[in-house]
């Protein structure tokens, strides 16, 4: 069809690195910030980068490219807990965050998973609600002094 962008999704590499937190820092500046104060946002956008490179060879990471430009990346760990799921604002609503979740499933499948589970952000638990999970509960999170509501959600696969 004219106009539709095929999504490539492969998993994570080191040089991934710099794209994936300048789209973490978009989403959430751009994105989210319909649902939270500047000061939340601000807390929220801040990166370290040695602990990011860790953290995203330390489990399965995706990344997603529409046009050969990243759109979105999300992980998996062990425990079947969906920690990161962001997408480039420009790409919102494009099936970016659909196609990195099918992937999540079907490694979860592969891995015996049976249950995915996340927190949500206020801007997230639509899509997530869409996708099939289930809220759980809300909780209060402090993080460096601002107060953020997660909600924890599963789905069961």
Request: with cysteine; hydrophobic share 45%; glycine share 6%.
């Amino acid at each position: 069809m004219p106009g539709l962008s095929l999504i490539e999704i492969r998993p994570y590499r080191a040089n991934d690195l710099d794209g994936v937190i300048d789209l973490f820092q978009r989403a959430v500046r751009e994105t989210a910030s319909a649902d939270y104060s500047a000061v939340q946002i601000d807390v929220w956008s801040h990166v370290d980068r040695d602990e990011w490179e860790l953290a995203r060879l330390s489990r399965p990471t995706w990344v997603a490219f529409v046009g050969g430009e990243l759109a979105g990346f999300a992980d998996l760990e062990k425990n079947g807990l969906v920690d990161m799921m962001f997408v480039d604002p420009k790409h919102q609503r494009t099936g970016v965050a659909t196609a990195l979740l099918a992937r999540v499933e079907a490694e979860a499948d592969e891995a015996d998973i049976g249950c995915l589970h996340t927190y949500a952000s206020v801007t997230a638990r639509p899509f997530f609600e869409y996708c099939g999970f289930t809220m759980l509960l809300a909780r209060a999170v402090v993080v460096r002094e601002q107060r953020f509501v997660q909600f924890v959600m599963e789905k069961v696969l």
